[in-house]
């Protein structure tokens, strides 16, 4: 080592790059951001340059293997010292959303075709039958199961008019031997009270002179004007006097 000439001065690293120049020093990780990754690189002696070290993994451990090396020294409890509760499962997954499916297509039927649209389920609905009729026929004219062999549209006329139309039209029905007729009245949604036409073919077809013809009637299906109109099944021959007194049972 160099000796010092005293000056009265220290300087204790005025000689210090000389030694740094003569000693060889090994190489340190380039920076903190590669030693944060894990990737530390180490001396390449005849190319003077660093390189990784293969041997140094840079992956990361999962979730999963973080839980298992967590979990290594844990004991479970047995069966039969804990208390297990059981739970009502809900509705399959997607259920609900299923369900309003179905719900919109069956709206959509109802609003476009009339599919599932059923005029007995509707206030609107009548129906009446005569004296020990079977309430089975009043169900089956309802269907359809009685063929319509006449039909009258008392649309836009007055309730005089409509009258003598409705009488001239069951005359002519119950002479020819029809069986099975259908009367259009309107549903009578403009009427600020009820149906106008429609509660006076009711009230002739129960209180009338023409109560002893008629077997049954009901409201039509929507196919031949649903609540707007009435199936009519006649008698082919009157229901004598004693048996006319609370003849008809009406809804």
């Known amino acids: 080592m160099k000796t010092f000439k005293s000056s009265g001065t220290f300087r204790p690293f005025e000689e210090l790059k ?3 120049e003569k000693k060889s020093l090994k190489s340190v990780p380039s920076s903190v951001d590669n030693a944060d990754k894990g990737i530390f690189k180490t001396c390449d002696s005849k190319n003077g340059v660093s390189k990784p070290d ?3 993994s840079n992956k990361q451990p999962s979730e999963n293997e ?17 208390i297990e509760h059981s739970f009502i499962s809900g509705p399959p997954a997607g259920s609900d959303h299923d369900s309003e499916n179905e ?4 709206l ?10 059923v005029v ?15 309430p089975e026929i009043t169900k089956r004219l309802h269907k359809g199961d009685f063929s319509i062999q006449a039909y009258i549209d008392l649309h836009g006329l007055g309730v ?20 099975a007729v259908l009367i259009v009245h309107g549903r009578g949604l403009s009427s600020p009270d009820k149906p106008v036409l429609k509660t006076s073919v009711i009230q002739w077809l129960t209180c009338g002179p023409w109560r002893k013809w008629v077997i049954a009637f009901t409201s039509a299906r929507s196919c031949d004007g649903g609540a707007g109109a009435t199936y009519v099944l006649l008698r082919q021959r009157p229901m004598t006097k ?4 609370g003849a008809f049972k009406t809804r």
């Open 18 to 20: 000389e030694l740094l």
């Open 242 to 245: 004693r048996n006319r007194k």
């Open 108 to 117: 959509n039927n109802l609003v476009k075709f009339g599919t599932g649209f």
């Open 66 to 82: 973080l839980f298992l090396e967590a979990m290594a020294n844990v004991t479970p409890i047995p069966r039969g010292d804990r």
């Open 120 to 134: 007995a389920d509707t206030p609107e609905y009548i129906e009446g039958r005569g004296y020990n009729v079977h």
């Open 160 to 179: 005089e008019d409509a009258r003598n139309a409705f009488e001239m039209f069951l005359t002519d029905s119950i002479t020819t031997g029809t069986k």
């Open 103 to 106: 719900t919109l297509l069956k």
């Open 54 to 56: 293969e041997n140094i």
